[in-house]
């Protein structure tokens, strides 16, 4: 019998990664860290009280400039996904780009964070 609390599921590498960004519920933002992030997760801290859950539906928004990606065409980095786990202020969060060219901006962060 296999425990899923344990499982590890992902399916991308992640990178360690500090950077600020903002996450966005409902019509409120709060500002957050960002630990580590791949193409499809990431790993967040948010310093404030917060009631979040696993379920909750989130947009996580990320200023290039702010993650060293000074000459990027896009400035902002646009994420919408979900909260897969909550450890006091801890998140986790699988994510993905909103558009295309926030893909492209996802995979120039993570090639930039692997250097």
């Known amino acids: 019998m296999t425990d899923n609390n344990n499982v590890d599921r992902r399916n991308q590498p992640r990178f360690p990664m500090r950077a600020y960004a903002q996450l966005a519920y409902s019509s409120k933002q709060w500002e957050v860290h960002i630990l580590d992030m791949s193409m499809t997760g990431a790993r967040i801290a948010l310093l ?12 996580l928004f990320i200023d290039s400039e702010e993650i060293g990606l000074h000459d990027a065409e896009k ?9 897969v786990h909550v450890r006091d202020h801890i998140l986790g969060i699988e994510q993905q ?3 295309e060219k926030d893909k492209e901006l996802l995979v120039l962060l993570l090639a930039h964070t692997d250097e």
């Not at 009280?49 to 947009?59: P, V, W």
């Not at 400035?75 to 909260?83: E, F, P, R, V």
């Open 48 to 59: 404030g009280e917060h009631l979040f859950r696993a379920g909750d539906h989130i947009k």
């Open 75 to 83: 400035k902002n980095l646009n994420l919408h996904g979900q909260i």
């Open 97 to 99: 780009p909103t558009t």
